[in-house]
Structures are given as C-alpha cells and as structure tokens.
C-alpha cells in the first residue's frame, strides 16, 4: 500500500527491525526530511556526526548505514535510484525563513512537521535531531561554502531502507523553496516485510 505525504506536512509511524521503508519521490525534485528514533528508548536517535564519521563520507547512499547517537545501526540502505542525499543541513524551521529567506510572516517547515507529528510518541521539539535529508541536493564549493541546489531526482525515484531496530520514524515532504527548486509536492512511502 503507497502512503501519500501531502505538500509542506509530514507523519510519524512505527517500523519494526527488519522492514523495509521505501521513500519515493512521485513527481521528481522532492525532498524528504527523515529523523529516526529507537522505538524502546526514544532518547537514542539518528546521528549525523556519528553517520558520517563511521560510513567515512559525507555522501550517504546505496550499502550506507544511518547510525545512532549511541553508535548502533539504525537502517541500512538497501536501494537509491537517485544517489544524493543530505545529511548536513538541519530540517528547516520557523527561524530559516525569517533569517535566510528574509520572510516574517507564518511558513509551514519540516521542523514543526516533524516535532507535531512525533509529538503522540512523547517525542519533543528539543529531541528532533539533524535530519537524513532524501533527495537533497547539497553542493559546496573548495572553500566549503553550501549551497542548496535542485533535487537531481526523477518522478519515481525511490530509496528503500531496511530497519535495523525497531524505529519509530517521521518523514516530511519538504517545505523550503530552494530545497525543491521553488514548488512543493508529496512524497509517497510504502512499508514491507523482508521476504
């Protein structure tokens, strides 16, 4: 069964070890911001720092491992039609659109997406940790300056990951503007047992 994420919201679920998430992108340039906590103590969570530090890259892909705060594995990848993704920038939030879009007024951001839909979990605003970014397409130049360029994925690119604990997970369909090349759409996912 597909799971559509509408435009600029987002969702939490439970997966258990050994299940395989697959996050499509169904109309291609679509970014998708995942956070990860164990579903037994939910103050073990994802690491960016410890993901790139132990999968010794900053580009997170295909045979990759997304690993916790306490050093364990938390899902492995499986699959990436696309090969780029994030793991770098923070899901965007209230303050991103004042202070890097110059924007006062009310947006919709993966950070409340995520914090109001992991918030059934006992889960809080402070818990929500870097996020693996699907999709994203971060770039930086010799000197290290970033930039946020178009989502190089196609309509129907996919990621499948395998859960290496059991998880509770929350997914957004991402609302910043330069992350999606200026529109928003849904992210579909689907959630199967390994045969």
């Not at 103050?43 to 892909?61: A, H, N, P, V």
């Amino acid at each position: 069964m597909i799971n559509k994420i509408e435009k600029q919201s987002g969702t939490a679920f439970k997966l258990k070890k050994g299940e395989l998430l697959k996050v499509i992108d169904p109309e291609g340039e679509q970014v998708s911001d995942m956070v990860l906590f164990n579903a037994e103590d939910t103050r073990e969570k994802i690491s960016s720092g410890k993901t790139l530090d132990f999968e010794e890259s900053i580009l997170i892909s295909k045979g990759n491992y997304l690993w916790s705060n306490r050093s364990k594995k938390m899902m492995k990848i499986v699959e990436d039609t696309n090969g780029r993704n994030d793991f770098l920038l923070a899901p965007c939030s209230p303050e991103t659109f004042k202070i890097m879009y110059n924007n006062p007024d009310y947006h919709p951001s993966c950070f409340e997406n995520l914090y109001t839909s992991l918030a059934p979990f006992g889960i809080e605003p402070d818990d929500v940790p870097t996020a693996f970014n699907i999709f994203m397409n971060v770039q930086f130049d010799e000197k290290g300056k970033l930039s946020v360029d178009p989502p190089l994925s196609k309509a129907g690119d996919h990621v499948l990951f395998e859960a290496q604990m059991d998880l509770i997970v929350a997914l957004t369909a991402c609302s910043a503007e330069d992350s999606n090349n200026g529109s928003f759409k849904p992210i579909h996912y689907t959630i199967e047992k390994r045969s």
